[in-house]
């Protein structure tokens, strides 16, 4: 995709025909002559040209809002346990699951005064969500359960909105557990690669078996019992080792799930890989396309969510809530501002009920301001960017990934450039 | 914006109305571990 640039605006060329302008500041997509294109080009504008990009670029927009500033935590993800059936080449958890520190199961009695003390912050209407996770969390269901139905209790009470996720390897699906899921209306998020030539090299068992066919069982026995379930979906990471996101696709697909994502590995920034992974995107997003226009590209995640950001003029400033709206619980009732950095008990922001004020502030300020964004034109539909993958890359989690970002504009372009399609045969 | 000729031209697209949600704000890939 060729880019050029007039201050805010960005044009696009899909090389498909099509010639796309986005306003980076008021997120509004429009169509672009030939004309205007080729002069963008040029050293010297067409006056014409110069004049109607100026009032584009000018304009201020009363229908984009900024992100609605969060000042408690309403999203929590919950290590139950930190032990794992398989062993990952790019786990990021200790590598087996365990952070080094293995702990079969998180003490109930240390963890729901935790969750009642950022519940009791949140006032009527509020949402708050509950992430479990591990290690594998469904070695520690009968946790979950009693967790769940404490925060059930606790919403009720409050009037808050709550809402829960799982995300397992999906290997431990049975009725037991499935049951157990049901009861609390559990979305499922499951950790799949592709098909087993992949999977099975990627995400083994602890013994290096192929799980993968476990899995996909696992799912038509959850398939089966969707009653009382939330969503169910898949995602995969997708790097060096595995370069192959449009046969990961072409797989997910026929599993029935509800929806699927991509994600380049957060700890490689291998350039040629991930330019290889944006490239392989495209393709998946033009074959979902063609498969089935907006439906079926709405069940990627991030299309879902730029389609979702431009059309709602809603300006994203914080790839994620980590430290605002955002914790993490290791399954010694510590906190983290995310999830990898649990490996690291310095990096702790409390335990137990109390909470570090002084680890918390400097997280205060939107992350496309701390990250230094300046004028990156994709700023309000990234959001700064991952924390974590900024700190492998450069040292530093607000020194920005060079790779990050130009895969995170790649895959925004890909994003907007399907965006305007559907759009335009609306109009 | 000022009345456009045929060859120069900017045509917006239209959006459509989406219901607006909270985003709680988590963690994105979270799948890795």
């Known amino acids: ?427 | 914006m000022k009345k456009e000729t045929k060859k120069i031209h900017i045509k917006k697209v239209k959006a459509s109305v989406v219901v607006q949600t909270e985003d709680p704000g988590s963690c994105r890939p979270l799948n890795i571990l």
């Open chain 1, 1 to 427: 995709m060729e880019i050029r640039r007039f201050d805010k605006i960005i044009a696009l060329n899909s090389g498909q025909g099509d010639l796309i302008g986005f306003h980076a500041d008021n997120l509004e997509v429009a169509e672009l002559s030939e004309e205007l294109w080729q002069t963008l080009a040029q050293p010297n504008l067409d006056p014409e040209a110069q004049e109607q990009l100026q009032a584009w670029n000018d304009e201020i927009s009363t229908e984009v809002r900024p992100e609605s500033p969060k000042s408690q935590i309403q999203s929590l993800s919950i290590n139950v346990t930190q032990l794992c059936n398989l062993q990952c080449v790019y786990c990021a958890a200790g590598g087996d699951g365990t952070y080094g520190n293995p702990q079969k199961k998180i003490a109930i009695e240390k963890t729901i005064p935790q969750i009642e003390l950022l519940m009791d912050r949140l006032k009527e209407g509020d949402r708050f969500h509950i992430t479990f996770l591990g290690g594998e969390p469904l070695l520690y269901a009968q946790g979950m359960k009693l967790l769940a139905e404490f925060a059930q209790e606790k919403a009720k009470e409050k009037k808050l909105r709550l809402k829960f996720n799982t995300i397992t390897n999906g290997t431990l699906f049975n009725a037991a557990n499935i049951e157990i899921l049901k009861s609390f209306g559990s979305n499922i998020t499951i950790s799949l690669d592709g098909p087993a030539d992949i999977n099975d090299q990627v995400r083994p068992s602890k013994g290096h078996q192929g799980v993968t066919s476990d899995i996909v069982q696992g799912i038509q026995l959850l398939n089966q019992n969707r009653k009382d379930l939330g969503s169910v979906g898949v995602q995969g990471v997708f790097g060096p080792y595995n370069s192959t996101p449009l046969k990961s696709y072409r797989f997910y697909r026929e599993l029935g799930v509800d929806w699927y994502d991509f994600h380049y590995d957060q700890e490689n920034n291998d350039s040629k890989a991930s330019f290889q992974f944006t490239e392989e995107v495209a393709q998946v997003a033009q074959e979902a396309f063609e498969a089935g226009g907006e439906k079926e590209l709405r069940k990627i995640k991030f299309f879902d969510q730029i389609f979702h950001q431009i059309d709602g003029k809603k300006r994203l400033e914080n790839y994620c809530g980590s430290g605002k709206s955002y914790l993490v619980l290791d399954a010694q009732n510590r906190a983290f501002l995310c999830p990898w950095a649990v490996n690291d008990a310095q990096k702790a922001v409390g335990t137990g009920t109390e909470l570090l004020k002084e680890k918390l502030q400097p997280l205060q300020k939107s992350l496309i301001s701390t990250n230094n964004c300046g004028d990156c034109w994709a700023k309000y539909l990234c959001g700064g960017g991952c924390m974590w993958a900024h700190k492998q890359a450069t040292g530093s989690p607000h020194k920005v990934d060079i790779v990050f970002c130009d895969r995170t504009r790649s895959l925004i372009s890909i994003g907007i450039s399907y965006y305007y399609q559907l759009r335009k045969a609306q109009s």
